[in-house]
């Protein structure tokens, strides 16, 4: 509140008082200084006219031109005497003149010397303030007389009903200025209490953008500093709540797990981007965003989730959540979902938990979590897993079985007797032993490929000598079935390649056993070594039997063969594409299989490779 008011009123009506009569003091004398050099001059100015009509006429100083000349002056409040060189008064237009001689005066002996002379002085009686100013007529050598004109200077009080006005005028500004003044200082303090209620009322709102400008020291700056502080606390903490609501909302995006929170009425509070996606929930336009308010039911079409989403609501009290939290996370339930492109198998889980109040008075909200995580890979893994060893176990058991029918039928015959079925029974163990090699080659070389941590540092190898080398390793198998061998860099292509040579034979030697195994006599083995858009392209292609475009997807899995109608005499391990497959992989390359039946096959892997790595047949 203001204190003693009127005192104040009084000490501003007293300084606008002295304002005033300081203002008016120091304008006024500027103001007579001015008027008063304006006025000298402008005597001299009439002095010189004067003395120019008095020089033509000095022998008939009673002519018709004179006096006019003299009535004029006259008329403007100009005293006008002409006196002779002895100080005889020839002419003079004063009215009291026997008041005031002027012979002797000191401006009259100082115009016959020096021509004119200015003064400022007192006349008459009363005396008052006049400005003089006298001229010689005539040369110096021959002075005539001397003109002497006199004018009142200008004064404040030379006026009374003006100052009379100018007090009364002064009185009544003060009077207006101080209540001006007050209503000022009034309106000024109830804008200031406004501006400090307003401010309070954004801050009850939530408004927080900025402070409150009241400087000083009395009760409403403290009060505005107090909620300033107040309001920069508050921004403080809400900018670290948001931080932390902002982290929060990014790492539950970010997670691999699907989270989806509704309230007590069941209705969506949060749902992120792996939930929508696991649960194959349609976003629409507005995405995730557009969820959030909605049924769950509307959005959740799956029966397991909706009665573990909104089961009972029971908000644990603050010593039992701990145990809560350790029971709800042990509540995991299998749930499998058949969606459009795939089945995704999930453990979801589901707890109790409370809620930020949004209502006005603020109350308590209660509502509910469900965490899903995709388990799909790992029941796939599982899945391969298990496949993996059934196939193994039947891929061994027949060569195994094979080995020990003829074992036992070796040892209960007599091997003299019969020593042609001898030597069969031991080529069957012979072919099934390799066989068996084999198969624990490539299950070695798949292991190595899958589990092997060892880093592949790449080479560089001529394409020459790599075509030439691939030819001596199948040379005897394609002259015993009489396949025609066309291995060559495609034209323009590399004489170079960088790549792992370990890993890039294990994968030429599979395609090129492949190709010849089901290839029949007579047919053609092709090789070709380029460069495409990403790196360096190997293509080894047969006109054998073909894979059915229904076999095509499952020929890089393990133990996976054609059917025996296509396969030819010789069965393989049915791991060499699936090596291959990983080979590839580990240099960082992608595998293409383009086949059709009775018309061949064609195995393409593309390899990166570094910049400037590959060195052209025109280099």
Known sequence: MIKHPWRILAVSAAFVIVVFGLSLWLLTRDQQLRLN???????????RYVRAVLREHWTDLGSDVVSDVLRTTQAYGVDVAVLGVDG?????????????????????????????????????????????????????AQPLGVVWLARPVWTLTSDAQALVQLIGSLVAAAALMTLMLGLVLLRVRQRLLRRVVEGASRLSVGDLHADLDIAGSDELAVLSSALNSLRRRLVTQLDTIEQQRAMLERLINQLYEGVVVV??????????????????????????????GQPAEDCIPQEPLRRLLLGPHEVPKADEEESEARTSAGQQVPIVLEQTERTVHLLASAADMRLAPVDHPPAE?????????????????????????????????????TIRAAVETLLSMDLAAKPDAARNFLGVINRHSVRLERMVSDLLDLSRLESSTQRYQPEVIPVGKLLDDLYGRFAEALERKELLW??????????????????????LDNLVENAIKFTDKGGRISVRIGHDGEGM??????????????????????????????????????????????????MRGKVKLDSAVGKGTSVSFTIPQPTGGAHHASD
């Open 365 to 401: 909200q209660t509502g509910r979590v469900l965490v899903l995580t995709d388990v799909t890979e790992l029941h796939r893994t599982i899945q391969l897993r298990t496949d993996f060893v059934a196939n193994a176990s039947h891929e061994l058991r027949t060569p195994l079985a």
């Open 37 to 47: 050099t304006a006025l000298r001059d402008d005597l001299l100015a009439q002095s």
């Open 263 to 292: 309230r007590g009425d069941g209705r969506i509070v949060m749902l992120n981007p792996a939930a929508a996606r696991l649960l194959d929930i349609e976003t629409g336009g507005d995405g995730i965003s557009g969820l959030l």
């Open 537 to 586: 392209r190997f293509a080894v292609s047969d006109t054998g039997c073909g894979i059915a475009s229904a076999d095509q997807e499952r020929v890089f899995e393990r133990f996976f063969q054609v059917e025996r109608g296509r396969g030819g005499g010789e069965r393989g391990t049915g791991l060499g594409l699936s090596i291959v497959r990983h080979a590839v992989g580990a």
């Open 88 to 140: 005889t008064i020839l002419l003079d237009s004063r009215v009291a003149s026997e008041d005031e001689p002027l012979s002797g005066a000191e401006e009259i002996g100082h115009a016959l010397s020096h021509g004119w002379s200015t003064a400022e002085r007192q006349l008459g009686s009363p005396p008052s303030g006049y400005v003089i100013s006298t001229l010689r007529v005539g040369t110096a």
């Open 486 to 507: 066309d291995a060559r860099p495609e034209t323009g292509g590399p004489t170079t390649v960088v790549v792992c040579l370990r890993l890039l034979w294990l994968a």
